[in-house]
């Protein structure tokens, strides 16, 4: 029963490097949501997905790219990492059907830019 | 500019105390406003709420909404140490697909 599963759980990278965080769900959900959460800050969406092929931009897009080619995962890319991309990072999914559907959330990726 | 603002900030309690945390909201075509509970990772979804006056609860924990006043409280009775973690309020609309997020409040439980 693993849920929303993301990785790595932690990660360390310079100034200017790239790296991809990886999302997956096992639950067929069609909705998919990278989140960034900063020290006693609230959740700002960065990108989500509507199903595979589709993606859009959240509230924090800026710095990060998506893909959405399977139902079941949702890449985030960072190309050129910069200090103030120092987050923790959360990946959510939920099904469809707006009712009664709440988000299921990744154990969250912490990614440290140095 | 924000649309979800949570209040307190944070709360320490004792062990059996009683605490309400506030969520106001405002946003255009409201659609439903949901209550996660964040400890050491991920957050795990409470309770979510359409209605005004109707009263959601689970054990210890209930909920409310008001829409006229358009703010939610969260209840938590008898309060223990497993409570302690960042309760985060988040609204809907019916336009569009997003989950907007208040600050969250930290609470924190006192053997």
């Known amino acids: 029963n693993a849920g929303v599963t993301q990785t790595p759980k932690f990660r360390i990278l310079k100034i200017g490097q790239s790296m991809t965080l990886q999302c997956t769900q096992d639950?067929?959900?069609?909705?998919m949501y990278w989140y960034r959460q900063d020290p006693g800050m609230g959740l700002k969406l960065i990108y989500y997905?509507?199903?595979?092929?589709?993606?859009d931009k959240g509230e924090v897009p800026n710095g990060y790219n998506v893909s959405r080619s399977t139902t079941e995962d949702f890449p985030l890319r960072l190309e050129l990492a910069a200090p103030s991309q120092t987050s923790v990072y959360f990946c959510?999914?939920?099904?469809?059907?707006?009712?009664?559907?709440?988000?299921?959330f990744g154990d969250g990726t912490r990614l440290s830019i140095l | 500019e924000d649309k979800v603002v949570q209040s307190p900030l944070s709360l320490v309690v004792h062990e059996g105390d009683t605490v309400t945390l506030n969520c106001s909201y405002e946003v255009t075509n409201f659609r439903s406003l949901l209550w996660y509970k964040q400890e050491k990772k991920a957050p795990t979804f409470l309770f979510m709420l359409t209605s005004s006056g109707i009263e959601k609860k689970s054990g210890r924990l209930s909920s409310i909404l008001d829409k006229k006043e358009l703010f939610s409280i969260l209840n938590i009775t008898a309060t223990q140490t497993g409570d302690s973690a960042v309760y985060l309020c988040a609204v809907t609309m019916n336009t569009g697909n997003q989950f907007y997020f208040g600050t969250g409040t930290s609470l924190t439980v006192i053997p």
């Open positions: 959510a999914s939920r099904g469809w059907g707006f009712s009664n559907q709440p988000q299921h």
């Open positions: 639950m067929n959900h069609n909705y």
């Open positions: 997905s509507v199903g595979a092929g589709i993606t």
